[in-house]
């Protein structure tokens, strides 16, 4: 069965400070990658996808993610933390191309991400 | 304005009540999803929809039915509401060659 995995409920980090956010998964075959974030009351917001090509992506905002096909891992980065980057975080995945392909995402459980000053 | 808008975007209900929650989107996009989001869950579809004339069923949708009553417009309704469908509820909409999906602000429901 397809899945993703987000082992983190809540991450901590100070402002300035390198951030790491981790996401395995478990799909057939290479699927589509994603990352969103949700801030209080407001709806998903697209950060970044992996199809193809580089395993290092940049999104929005300055965040980027790593993917690494061997351990079925995209793990969402940023160099240097904000205190406004303090939301929930999901991971997402999605089988990739085919005729009966649905287009639907598999969401992880989300990640908490708290930046202090 | 909101590309994707859902209404209400609070609601309260008693247990046994019918509830239509709305979906509209200014996107043109063909594919249109309902997912409700539950803390320590995820997010987990209910239903999606190709276009008018195909809706399918997703993981949870025991309890729930939708109507695709145009290209823009995607419509969940809870026939008896019970109070664990307390949750939020998201609309999405995605182009059918596109990958990402576009979220709604969501519905809060409340079942008592």
Redesign the interface.
Known sequence: AQSVAQPEDQVNVAEGNPLTVKCTYSVSGNPYLFWYVQYPNRGLQFLLKYITGDNLVKGSYGFEAEFNKSQTSFHLKKPSALVSDSALYFCAVRERGGFSNTGKLIFGQGTTLQVKP | DAD?TQTPRNRITKTGKRIMLECSQTKGHD?M?W?RQDP??????IY?SFDVKDI?K?EISDGYSVSRQAQAKFSLSLESAIPNQTALY?C?T?H?G?????????SRLTVL
């Open positions: 994707v594919r999803y997912y320590g869950l995820g997010l987990r579809l999606y399918n997703g998201f999405a995605s059918s596109g990958r990402e999906l576009f979220f709604g602000e969501g």
